[in-house]
Structures are given as C-alpha cells and as structure tokens.
C-alpha cells in the first residue's frame, strides 16, 4: 500500500489533544460487506448498516480492491449519470483513468485523489487504462461521496486533480503515524481539497506498537475505516480490523491503535479518518442521484433521459463499422 510515504521524522509533528479534550466514545464498529460495482469490480460497502444520521454529511463509501487483476481482467463502470453531491476517487495501488460530459478527464495513481462536484448533473465514467486491462496490475483505492447542501445542489459541476505529493503530510506526536491531510485540516494544518461541505479526510499510517491520538473538530462527526492491518480503537481498546468502521460519538479526540503483530502482506495499521459537519436536511437517494426530495429525484431522471446532463465526448463513443 504504498499511496504517499515519507520519512516521519522530517514532518511537522500534530500536538497531542488538549489533556481536558473529551475523548470520542466507540458507539459501533461495523464490518463491511463484499459485493460488486460497475463492470464487476470487487468492493467493500464500509458504510453499510449505519444510520444516515451518524454518516452526515457522507452518503456512501466503497473500497475498491484490493485485487490483483490477470492480463484481461480489470474492470471499470459504464457511462453513468451525478447530480446532486461529490464523489472523491483516492487510488492507493494501480491506475484509474476518469472522462466526462464536460470535457474533464485524466488519470490518477498512486496517492492521487480525483474529486469530481458532480452539482447539477454531469455524466462520467471510471474505468482501468488500456494499457493496464493488457498486462494486469494491483488495483486498490476508495471511493467516497459527500453530500451537498440544498444551496449547493444545482452548482456547476467541477474537477479537483489532487496529485499525491499535494497533500499535506504529518507525523504524530511521537512519530508513530505517518498522516496525510488530504481536505480540511488537522491541528492547524491544512490540505488541498476544496469543499463545498466542511470536512476532515485523513490517511493514517500507524506502525506497530503505536497510538495514534488526535484533536478533532467537536461539532463534526468523526469515523475511522480501516483499510488495512489490525489493531484497536478508542479509549477502551476496542479490537478492529480490516474493513472495520468505527463510528465515534461526541468529543474533542480520537485514538487508534496498531497491534504489535501484523499480518505479513499488512505491516502497518492503514486507517481513513473522516469527519464533517452534519448538513442536517432531508436526504432522498436514488442511486447516483441524492436529493432533498422525491420530486428532485424523479426530475433528475427526466433531466438525465432529456440529455441535459450532457453528451459523451465522441472519442469516448463505442467504434462502428
């Protein structure tokens, strides 16, 4: 899992929370469902079987891989229609190659994150290189969507190509964990991300024997998905795992911990941090289409069949004889 690495001991070191800073009680640990995506992808549904209420301002999240493809094999999804939220691509291992109906498009690998504002509707497709689909390859990364408030629903749709050396990288205090802020910030350091929703998405490298505590925004939520290796998570040192979600209630801090022994092809505890401020409006989802209502969802549609979504550029149209 090689993403964004570093050597830990040049990096500005994020301070210990304050020692009266309430720390963020486990309310659940949650283990993700296999399933399949687009093309026939393998994921892992992380967000499955927690309320709406304790994911706001997340909708959705899906790890994709890990999986190592034979010659032939990679797979990606079809055109497919946005409106109404934002999806954010960060590839851990391998190469995804993205387009749309607006012209946008390019490639991200290793530690890049692609972050499209699908707004008031884009189409656009995700799908391997060709030169990837001829000679296999590891293929691994995360797929999260974020809400848009009522406000920002119809804004235009747009890109944010952000390439793995522009995420701000962090030690913890004792150089324990590796961090990289890849949107909002983390004791007063920034990332690149812009949002139209505040929010906090952070990949934690915590090697083994560590313990990872941070300070965390108090009127955001705050979850921690485990991408790789074990360990245990808050105060009371819950054991986690791969394709674990911990759900975090209130507080001011948060703590994972690696164990001492990881899995061979697992050295290091890998944990996505993610936090926002709850938009706390009515959510209708219809599968790529997440509204405030019935009525918006269904005139999605009707926008999408109309083609007011756009058009497939012509040198992504299927060849004919």
Not at 79 to 105: C, I, K, N, Q
Request: proline share 9%; charged share 20%.
């Amino acid at each position: 899992m090689p993403a964004i690495t570093a050597d830990v001991l040049t990096l500005p070191r994020v301070a210990e929370p304050d020692p009266t800073a309430a720390e963020r009680p486990v309310r659940a640990v949650t283990t993700a469902p296999s399933g399949y995506e687009g093309e026939g992808f393998p994921v892992r549904r992380a967000f499955a079987g927690v309320s709406s209420a304790a994911l706001d301002p997340f909708i959705h999240m899906d790890q994709m891989g890990e999986v190592e493809y034979a010659p032939g094999e990679p797979k990606g999804t079809p055109w497919h229609p946005h409106r109404g939220f934002e999806t954010v691509t960060y590839m851990l291992d391998g190469v995804f190659e993205h387009a749309d109906s607006h012209g946008g498009g390019g490639l991200i690998t290793n530690g890049d994150t692609q972050w499209m504002t699908a707004g008031s509707g884009i189409l656009h497709i995700e799908k391997p290189p060709e030169h990837l689909v001829v000679s296999g390859g590891l293929f691994h990364g995360v797929q999260l969507w974020v809400n848009l408030p009522r406000a920002s629903k119809f804004t235009a749709p747009r890109y944010q190509d952000i390439r793995a050396k522009q995420a701000k990288l962090l030690s913890s205090s004792d150089g324990g964990a590796l961090l990289r802020v890849i949107a909002g910030e983390l004791g007063g350091h920034e990332g690149p991300g812009s949002t139209y929703t505040p929010i906090t998405m952070i990949h934690a490298t915590v090697s083994p024997g560590a313990r990872l505590r941070v300070p965390w925004r108090e009127d955001f939520n705050a979850l921690g998905y485990v991408l790789a290796g074990t360990g245990t998570v808050g105060a009371d040192d819950r054991p986690i795992h791969k394709g674990q979600l911990a759900v975090f209630g209130a507080g001011g801090a948060l703590t994972f911990a690696a164990a001492t022994r990881q899995p061979v092809a697992e050295p290091d505890l890998e944990v996505l941090l993610l936090g926002g401020l709850p938009i706390r409006e009515p959510v209708v989802q219809y599968g790529p289409f997440v509204m405030n209502t019935r009525e918006e969802v269904v005139k999605a549609f009707e926008d999408y069949q109309a083609g007011r979504f756009g058009v497939i550029p012509a040198e992504h149209l299927p060849h004919t004889d």
